[in-house]
């Protein structure tokens, strides 16, 4: 029987199950199929700070959401059309993300007394009539799991282990997406334990066939490929994209690269990723500590390579004493907090936006860096090839905000020709002749970079006030206003280097809304459904937050109000009206969960009624 | 090429000299106060230097806070003042980013064992090839008199009016617990072999970690008079050489012994004992090493001077370089187009 295929045109999938069952593997899987197959795509791993929360638990739960189509995709999506739960936790986590009429593919093993018990079911929701609205499929996912691997004489505990690869081979069926890269992975991944290669891939087909044969699914369905443009494409995660976009900047700039850090939730890929990369002569430096992670960053920035250094919020927090040396040192340095939830250890692995201002102000006395913010995951890749642009050519610390949010999320990435990629001139100064340390460039305001082992400039720096341009330790007032003006200086004259900023949309109008960082995909799309509405709506996206392109003060002044996203209690709102002395209206989120495109677009609706 | 390397390269070179003392000198006014026993260590230091056959562009000096951290400013070579306690890691960040570099600490006992001692420990454990030089006046100078972690247990000062209650941390100690690979103590007021010290420090390859006793004759005058002192030093110190037997005393006349895991100080004078019952020191002992730097603990014995501990170990900063290598010679130089474009891809035309 050959079942029906039907056309979509986009299409949001939850899994969702333990910490243990797989789900992030499942979704990632899930992902580079649907990107191979030219989908334009947006994810969302969504899980528990705990590495292994106790199994069946409600806070145990793991999700990764992914939203694909044949259109433009911003977002992971709001809602899913389908949830994937591998236990009763993931389906009661999860359901009310679920739109009316939506699929559930439950695994019936996995809601047995036990686990209904802890989920707090009293009875069976897959037989209770409760998910009426939803077509319920609950599948024996574990039992035809382990079925599938009977022969192969594994323990059921390892034999159950791979029950994710059979949803996601049905997923795979469902979808219409062909299993091979996934089968290549299993091979590439567990190349040492061959059973586990054979078991894996076993049970992927076994859960494709499961969809084709039997009689519970009727349908199967066809996302075709997005109209991109052309190109060769991969996916990526927002950390790999920082990491690729610092080891681009040392290619370009023939500098090495130099990474202090000391591992940190949600930015240790990039700690990772770099780490991988020797042959680009990339040293990783995993430091005792987050401020030994900036101070060696900082000792090899003196040495003449890139010095950078990654963090969290916590870690910002902790290395703020070094940026100030930095800021006074006038070296290059490259600092990513990749936000989380806040204060403290927070919500380690949920996202926020609630750094800005850390960044912006956070250091003892007068102690500016320019602070750009990404926007997508593949935006890291420039921006984090920009943060080293600047740095280098401004002879600055430069902080790179990302978040949790855009650092796990993947999507698909037009790769850039490598030969696109701009220029970064490091300005090494040689000549003994006349030389002093606080010299400057005249439009830049840049020191030189003159770093050890050049005969003939040996000379001293430090934290303490400099003499302007001798360098020399002054605690001389005037001398210390005037350093502290130039440094000032030198960071606003970073805005007369910036692109002038672009508004999505008319430039005049009843609402603009001005975004930054990782919300973009939740505005974008809010601010495009408003205005196919007909809405007098535009969208303005902040890459640079510090300091502002010299076009924002102007680009306020063209719409009646003004609309400010942010997932903290408003600080870009605060950056904004301080320095435009303009009223701004705030939409503040601050659940560790990134905005909704329905939550802007409500707040829209209300502002323009 | 690397830019680095290039720029290196290109640059206009300076006629070579033989150095002497006075080269290394800054144009910088020394601030410290007069009779300060830091004014010693520089001129040592200064001393050493110009032996060691390194161009002085090659050379930087990294310090944290505290009086011995304005080190940097009076020497002529690259100098870098660092924030308090990050010396270490300042230093560790340089070295392994340009291992062609000769890279030197200097720190004191608050900034380096106080606020900096996480950095100091696993600076010591990674075998980063960087010189440490720790002037230990067991008291917070710049700050104006406060107990540091070295001071005496019990210490008057003004942050401890009813006597310090920390129980104080043994430097030597830390540094062998820290798997230092080349661990001593000199004095200030030992100019020779303070010298003597300073320069089996440079060469020795790995981190290269020097206790210097020094007075802080404004805050606590005198803390090691009694190993400085004319009268009293022979009998208080105990110089360690390797190989040699551990004798002191005015007229040479004690000596060292071990009953069990525990040294005491016998009579060379009373026939009971000679020469062959006393330890004989040896540098790459390590079980040795620990009972050696325990003794400054035991007030009834002399306190050991010279090198406590000195093996080979791999160097942190080779191992980067290493791997580098290897990765190079496998992979080839990093080609970013290959990078960007491993794994899936897909094209849209
Ligand atoms: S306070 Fe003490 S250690 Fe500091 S410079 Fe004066 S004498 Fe030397």
């Given at each position: 029987?050959?079942?029906?295929l039907?056309?979509?045109?986009?299409?949001?999938?939850?899994?969702?199950?333990?910490?243990?069952d797989?789900?992030?593997?499942?979704?990632?899987q899930?992902?580079?199929?649907?990107?191979?197959?030219?989908?334009d795509?947006?994810?969302l791993p969504?899980?528990p700070?705990?590495?292994?929360a106790?199994?069946?638990?409600?806070?145990?739960v793991?999700?990764f959401q992914?939203?694909?189509?044949?259109?433009?995709i911003?977002?992971?999506?709001?809602?899913?059309d389908?949830l994937v739960?591998m236990?009763?936790?993931?389906?009661?986590v999860?359901?009310?993300s679920?739109?009316d009429?939506?699929?559930?593919?439950?695994?019936?093993d996995?809601?047995n007394?036990?686990n209904l018990?802890l989920?707090?079911?009293?009875?069976n929701?897959l037989d209770d009539?409760?998910?009426?609205?939803?077509?319920?499929?609950?599948v024996?996912?574990?039992?035809?799991t382990?079925n599938?691997?009977?022969?192969?004489?594994?323990?059921t505990?390892?034999?159950?282990r791979?029950?994710?690869f059979?949803?996601l081979?049905?997923?795979?069926?469902m979808?219409?997406?062909?299993?091979?890269s996934?089968?290549r992975?299993i091979?590439?991944?567990?190349s040492?334990?061959?059973?586990?290669v054979?078991a894996?891939?076993?049970?992927l087909?076994?859960?494709?066939?499961?969809?084709?044969?039997?009689?519970?699914?009727?349908a199967?369905y066809?996302?075709e490929?997005a109209?991109?443009k052309p190109?060769?494409?991969r996916?990526?995660t927002?950390?790999?994209?920082?990491a690729?976009?610092?080891?681009?900047?040392?290619?370009?700039?023939?500098?090495?690269?130099?990474l202090?850090?000391?591992?940190?939730?949600?930015?240790?890929e990039?700690l990772?990723?770099?780490?991988?990369?020797k042959n680009?002569?990339?040293?990783?430096?995993?430091?005792?500590?987050?401020i030994?992670?900036?101070s060696s960053?900082?000792g090899?920035?003196?040495?003449g390579a890139?010095?950078?250094?990654t963090?969290?919020?916590p870690?910002?927090?902790?290395k703020?004493?070094?940026?100030g040396?930095a800021?006074?040192?006038e070296?290059?340095?490259?600092?990513?907090?990749?936000q989380r939830?806040g204060?403290s250890?927070?919500?380690p692995t949920?996202?926020?936006?609630?750094?800005l201002?850390?960044?912006?102000?956070g250091?003892?006395?007068e102690?500016?860096i320019?602070?750009?913010?990404?926007?997508?995951p593949a935006?890291?890749?420039?921006a984090?090839?920009?943060?080293?642009?600047l740095?280098?050519?401004h002879?600055t610390?430069?902080?790179l905000?990302?978040d949790?949010?855009i650092?796990?999320?993947?999507e698909?990435w037009?790769?850039?020709?490598?030969?696109?990629?701009p220029d970064?001139?490091?300005?090494f100064?040689?000549?003994p002749?006349?030389?002093?340390?606080?010299?400057?460039?005249?439009?830049t305001?840049a020191?030189?970079w003159a770093?050890?082992?050049?005969p003939?400039?040996?000379h001293?720096i430090?934290?303490?006030e400099?003499?302007?341009?001798?360098g020399?330790v002054?605690y001389?007032?005037?001398?210390?206003?005037?350093m502290?003006?130039?440094r000032?200086e030198?960071?606003?004259r970073?805005a007369?280097?910036?692109?002038l900023?672009?508004?999505?949309g008319?430039e005049k109008?009843?609402?603009?809304v001005?975004?930054?960082?990782?919300?973009y995909?939740?505005?974008?799309?809010?601010v495009?459904?408003?205005?196919r509405q007909?809405?007098?709506?535009?969208?303005?996206?902040?890459?640079?937050?510090?300091p502002f392109?010299?076009?924002?003060g102007?680009i306020?002044?063209n719409y009646?109000?003004?609309?400010?996203?942010?997932?903290?209690?408003?600080?870009?709102?605060l950056?904004?009206?301080?320095?435009y002395?303009?009223?701004?209206?705030?939409?503040?989120?601050?659940?560790g969960?990134p905005?909704r495109?329905?939550?802007?677009?409500?707040k829209?609706?209300?502002?323009l009624k | 090429?690397k830019?680095?390397?290039?720029i290196?390269?290109?640059?206009?070179?300076?006629p070579?000299k033989?150095?002497?003392?006075k080269?290394?000198?800054?144009?910088?006014?020394?601030?410290?106060?007069?009779?300060c026993?830091?004014?010693?260590?520089?001129?040592?230091?200064?001393?050493?230097?110009?032996e060691?056959n390194?161009?002085?562009?090659?050379l930087?000096?990294?310090?944290?806070?505290?009086?011995?951290?304005?080190?940097?400013?009076?020497?002529?070579?690259y100098g870098?003042?660092g924030i308090?306690?990050?010396a270490?890691?300042i230093a560790s960040?340089?070295?392994?980013?340009r291992?062609?570099?000769?890279?030197w600490?200097?720190?004191g006992?608050?900034d380096?064992?106080?606020?900096?001692?996480?950095?100091?420990?696993?600076?010591?454990?990674?075998?980063?090839n960087v010189?440490?030089?720790?002037?230990?006046?067991?008291?917070?100078?710049?700050t104006k008199?406060?107990y540091s972690?070295?001071?005496?247990?019990g210490k008057?000062?003004?942050s401890?009016p009813y006597?310090?209650?920390d129980?104080?941390?043994n430097?030597l100690?830390?540094?062998l617990g820290?798997?230092?690979s080349?661990?001593?103590?000199?004095?200030?007021?030992?100019p020779?072999?303070?010298?003597?010290?300073?320069?089996?420090?440079?060469?020795?390859?790995?981190?290269s970690?020097v206790?210097?006793y020094?007075n802080?004759?404004v805050?606590?005058?005198g803390a090691?008079?009694?190993l400085?002192?004319?009268?009293?030093?022979?009998?208080?110190?105990v110089?360690?050489?390797?190989?040699?037997?551990m004798?002191f005393?005015k007229?040479?006349d004690?000596?060292?012994k071990?009953?069990?895991?525990?040294p005491?100080?016998?009579?060379?004078?009373?026939?009971?004992?000679s020469?062959?019952?006393?330890i004989?020191?040896n540098e790459k002992?390590?079980m040795?090493?620990?009972?050696?730097?325990?003794?400054?603990?035991?007030?009834?014995?002399?306190?050991?001077i010279?090198?406590?501990?000195a093996?080979a170990?791999?160097?942190?900063d080779?191992?980067?370089t290493?791997?580098?290598?290897?990765?190079?010679?496998?992979?080839?130089i990093?080609?970013?187009?290959?990078l960007?474009?491993?794994?899936?891809?897909?094209?849209?035309?």
């Amino acid at each position: 029987m050959t079942k029906e295929l039907k056309k979509l045109d986009e299409v949001t999938i939850r899994f969702a199950g333990d910490s243990g069952d797989g789900m992030q593997l499942t979704g990632s899987q899930f992902t580079s199929t649907t990107a191979l197959l030219g989908n334009d795509l947006s994810t969302l791993p969504d899980y528990p700070a705990e590495i292994r929360a106790p199994a069946g638990t409600l806070f145990g739960v793991s999700g990764f959401q992914i939203h694909f189509g044949k259109k433009e995709i911003s977002t992971p999506g709001d809602t899913c059309d389908v949830l994937v739960a591998m236990n009763p936790a993931a389906l009661k986590v999860n359901l009310h993300s679920l739109i009316d009429g939506g699929v559930i593919v439950a695994n019936r093993d996995g809601f047995n007394d036990k686990n209904l018990k802890l989920a707090g079911y009293e009875k069976n929701p897959l037989d209770d009539g409760s998910l009426e609205k939803y077509q319920v499929h609950a599948v024996d996912i574990t039992k035809l799991t382990t079925n599938a691997v009977l022969d192969l004489g594994l323990s059921t505990k390892i034999a159950e282990r791979s029950k994710n690869f059979f949803a996601l081979g049905m997923m795979y069926w469902m979808y219409t997406r062909p299993v091979e890269s996934t089968v290549r992975w299993i091979q590439e991944k567990f190349s040492k334990t061959p059973e586990l290669v054979e078991a894996n891939i076993r049970v992927l087909k076994a859960g494709y066939a499961f969809g084709e044969t039997t009689e519970i699914f009727h349908a199967h369905y066809e996302v075709e490929a997005a109209a991109l443009k052309p190109g060769t494409y991969r996916s990526v995660t927002g950390n790999e994209a920082v990491a690729w976009g610092l080891i681009a900047a040392s290619v370009k700039s023939e500098l090495d690269l130099f990474l202090g850090s000391y591992p940190i939730t949600p930015a240790s890929e990039i700690l990772h990723e770099l780490a991988k990369h020797k042959n680009f002569r990339v040293k990783t430096f995993q430091a005792e500590d987050e401020i030994a992670g900036i101070s060696s960053a900082i000792g090899a920035s003196y040495g003449g390579a890139i010095g950078v250094t990654t963090t969290s919020g916590p870690g910002m927090a902790l290395k703020t004493e070094a940026m100030g040396l930095a800021v006074m040192l006038e070296l290059p340095l490259v600092i990513v907090d990749v936000q989380r939830g806040g204060p403290s250890t927070g919500l380690p692995t949920k996202t926020e936006q609630a750094d800005l201002l850390q960044a912006v102000h956070g250091r003892n006395s007068e102690a500016p860096i320019p602070v750009l913010a990404a926007c997508t995951p593949a935006g890291c890749f420039d921006a984090a090839f920009e943060a080293v642009k600047l740095a280098i050519e401004h002879m600055t610390p430069v902080i790179l905000l990302t978040d949790g949010y855009i650092a796990n999320g993947a999507e698909p990435w037009l790769i850039p020709p490598v030969k696109s990629l701009p220029d970064i001139s490091a300005k090494f100064r040689t000549d003994p002749n006349g030389f002093f340390p606080y010299m400057r460039d005249e439009k830049t305001l840049a020191r030189p970079w003159a770093i050890p082992g050049t005969p003939g400039l040996e000379h001293r720096i430090g934290g303490l006030e400099k003499e302007n341009i001798t360098g020399n330790v002054s605690y001389d007032a005037e001398n210390h206003e005037l350093m502290v003006k130039i440094r000032q200086e030198k960071v606003d004259r970073i805005a007369n280097y910036l692109p002038l900023a672009k508004v999505d949309g008319d430039e005049k109008g009843d609402l603009l809304v001005v975004g930054w960082g990782g919300t973009y995909g939740a505005i974008k799309t809010a601010v495009e459904e408003k205005r196919r509405q007909g809405k007098s709506v535009s969208h303005l996206h902040l890459k640079y937050v510090y300091p502002f392109q010299k076009n924002i003060g102007d680009i306020l002044k063209n719409y009646k109000k003004i609309l400010v996203p942010e997932l903290n209690l408003g600080q870009l709102a605060l950056l904004l009206q301080a320095k435009y002395l303009i009223p701004v209206i705030k939409l503040n989120k601050v659940q560790g969960l990134p905005f909704r495109a329905i939550e802007i677009e409500q707040k829209i609706d209300e502002i323009l009624k | 090429m690397k830019l680095v390397d290039k720029i290196l390269k290109d640059a206009p070179a300076i006629p070579t000299k033989k150095y002497i003392a006075k080269d290394f000198q800054s144009d910088q006014d020394v601030r410290w106060c007069p009779g300060c026993g830091d004014y010693s260590i520089l001129a040592q230091v200064q001393r050493v230097l110009p032996e060691l056959n390194i161009p002085k562009h090659n050379l930087v000096f990294v310090s944290g806070i505290g009086c011995s951290s304005r080190f940097p400013y009076y020497l002529d070579t690259y100098g870098f003042h660092g924030i308090h306690g990050r010396a270490a890691a300042i230093a560790s960040g340089l070295k392994v980013a340009r291992p062609d570099l000769s890279v030197w600490v200097a720190t004191g006992d608050g900034d380096g064992l106080s606020i900096g001692g996480n950095h100091f420990i696993h600076i010591c454990r990674r075998n980063i090839n960087v010189k440490i030089l720790l002037f230990n006046n067991q008291i917070y100078g710049l700050t104006k008199g406060q107990y540091s972690p070295t001071s005496e247990f019990g210490k008057i000062t003004k942050s401890s009016p009813y006597g310090a209650p920390d129980h104080p941390f043994n430097p030597l100690l830390v540094a062998l617990g820290a798997e230092a690979s080349f661990v001593a103590r000199s004095l200030d007021r030992d100019p020779k072999h303070l010298q003597t010290i300073i320069k089996r420090a440079a060469e020795h390859q790995g981190t290269s970690f020097v206790e210097i006793y020094q007075n802080c004759n404004v805050f606590n005058d005198g803390a090691f008079s009694t190993l400085t002192e004319k009268e009293t030093k022979d009998d208080n110190i105990v110089y360690l050489e390797h190989n040699k037997p551990m004798i002191f005393g005015k007229e040479k006349d004690k000596g060292i012994k071990l009953e069990g895991f525990t040294p005491t100080v016998v009579s060379l004078k009373d026939g009971k004992y000679s020469v062959s019952d006393l330890i004989i020191h040896n540098e790459k002992d390590t079980m040795l090493s620990f009972i050696l730097a325990r003794m400054s603990n035991i007030p009834e014995l002399p306190q050991p001077i010279g090198i406590i501990y000195a093996v080979a170990r791999p160097l942190y900063d080779d191992v980067v370089t290493e791997q580098i290598d290897k990765a190079i010679a496998k992979q080839g130089i990093g080609d970013l187009e290959k990078l960007l474009k491993h794994g899936e891809t897909w094209t849209i035309k």
